[in-house]
């Protein structure tokens, strides 16, 4: 299975296979993170949307703008690289029920991907 989380609930799965898909991660992090560049927003747009530049609706739109422009079977297919047959959680760093790409990707991949459940 395909999860979403962000980096401090994340922690407490150490048995699934973190792939980040923000351009950074926490210093603090305790696991090891494969990256997928491709799925990063990049600090412009993440930066633009902190500073109020742009709302969240120009946000995604741009990030969907970007992921129009990928291959997703490509995406999807790395993704099942890195997993090695484990559950996986695409990270980031806004917590559950915030604004997030992390959203947007699942959206996008249409793969049943679903926000990591409270245990």
């Known amino acids: 299975m395909i ?44 930066n633009a949307l902190k500073t109020g530049e742009i709302t969240e609706e120009e946000y995604t739109r741009r990030y969907e703008e970007k992921l129009a422009r990928l291959d997703k079977t490509k995406i999807l297919r790395k993704i099942w690289e890195l997993s090695n047959g484990k559950d996986v959680l695409l990270l980031c760093y806004e917590k559950e029920g915030d604004f997030c790409h992390r959203h947007i990707v699942a959206k996008w991949l249409d793969a049943n991907i679903t926000e990591l459940p409270k245990s």
Not at 7 to 24: E, L
Not at 37 to 42: A, D, F, I
């Open 3 to 46: 999860y979403t989380s962000y980096y401090a609930r994340a922690r407490s799965f150490p048995n699934f296979v973190h792939i980040r898909i923000s351009t950074s991660a926490p210093k603090w992090y305790p696991f090891q993170t494969e990256g997928i560049p491709e799925l990063y927003p990049g600090f412009d747009l993440v």
